[in-house]
């Protein structure tokens, strides 16, 4: 038998699986190990988030998504739906991301240029994403709160280096 029927039939047994999405399945890989790698050096959360929507407004397509958090966000999430509606985007998807302990940390809203409800694989993809949000929003959230007080985050270390030791005994 020859790999390439093996790779078809094995391609249709994937339930929900368009038959042209071994692209953005690929896409979709390559975007989180970048969004898992933004979240192992503590890049800001807020450019982590970003870069979830990105990945997920391109892989539904048509598709303008923001992730909310209480601590780095001031516009209240009715107003970006009012301020969606006055461009004629309509409701894609909306609802809260949970935290490890079961708490609420944050929401996904979805916005779409046509009135559509996800279908099941993009309902598998934004479940991922919110997945990533929590990993990034608890990993920062762990951070801030373990940091030592005497040694402000992200500051810059100042005055000069002591010289190496004479000896090491």
Not at 56 to 70: E, R, T, Y
Not at 115 to 129: F, G, N, S
Request: hydrophobic share 40%; with cysteine.
């Amino acid at each position: 038998m020859s790999e390439h029927r093996f790779r078809q039939r094995a391609r249709r047994l994937i339930p929900g699986q368009p038959q042209h999405s071994e692209g953005k399945v690929q896409y979709l890989l390559e975007a989180e190990e970048q969004i898992l790698r933004s979240i192992a050096v503590r890049a800001p959360v807020p450019r982590i988030l970003n870069e979830i929507c990105t990945a997920l407004d391109c892989q539904i397509g048509n598709m303008v998504s923001l992730i909310s958090v209480p601590e780095y966000d001031v516009v209240d999430t009715a107003e970006i739906a009012r301020s969606a509606a006055l461009f004629g985007l309509h409701i894609f998807f909306s609802g809260p991301i949970f935290g490890a302990s079961g708490g609420e940390i944050g929401t996904l809203e979805m916005y779409c240029c046509k009135a559509r409800d996800p279908v099941y694989h993009e309902l598998q993809w934004i479940e991922r994403a919110g997945c990533l949000a929590a990993i990034a929003i608890e990993c920062d959230s762990k951070a801030v709160h373990s940091v030592n007080p005497r040694f402000p985050r992200n500051a810059h270390a100042r005055g000069s280096v002591l010289g190496w030791p004479v000896s090491l005994n």
